[in-house]
């Protein structure tokens, strides 16, 4: 699965060495930024023109917590490839006015012509980035209360429940659709539930943010065996 993942983005960044690159963390991706840290160091993909900007951030973690999503995106590819730190950008947790800082975030994927490549993982209740089941959806990037299941599935990686922050600046689904290409990451029995919902009844909600992918014209899917193994042969 990371090895797809490594190769179709390999390929993205040879054609277009200046590829603006959409991250993801999660434990879903870390396979695929292994598979690209092989690739730099053994293959020369070459990152040095390529600009990154992330999905999200948890509110109130600085760049240096080992929790926050920089210290996530340094440690588990930005420190091994050649992308210059200048053009790596995860959303501040910590600017002071966050609503302004959405808008400069939004403005800055705009200026450098919007992104080429989002990777995407896919939460069990579907949503993407942090866009959490709702009646509606934010287009550009917001802040969001993250739910109960979101704070206890992440809460994996902290030393306790109560230390997961309750808010976080994610892009929005606008953000998301308007990324030229997209690839969805899903591993494990935790995720066959949901993929199986989204390719089999096949209907567009808010309440699955993910189920909104279907109207995207490019996006990629690379499941692992378990995340599809409740999928029917035919969907
Ligand atoms: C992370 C993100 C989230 C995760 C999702 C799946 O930047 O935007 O939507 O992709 O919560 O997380 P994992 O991969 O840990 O199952």
Redesign the pocket.
Known sequence: MSRTAGSLIGKEIRKNPNLILGL??????IGTYKELIRMHKEENLDFSKVISF???EYIGLEGIDQNS?RYFMDKELFNDINIKSENTNVPSGVADDMEKYCELYDTMIDEVGGIDLQV?????NG????NEPADSLSMGSFIVNLTNE?IS??SRFFDSIDEVPKRAI?MGIGNIQKAKKIVL?AN?K??AEIIKKILEDETITTQIPASLLLLHQDVTLIVDEDAYSLVKSEA
Do not use: C, E
């Open positions: 993801a963390t999660g434990s879903t991706p992330n999905l999200d999503y995407l993982g896919i939460g069990v949503h993407i980035a942090f979101t599935a992440n994610s990451l494990g935790r995720k």
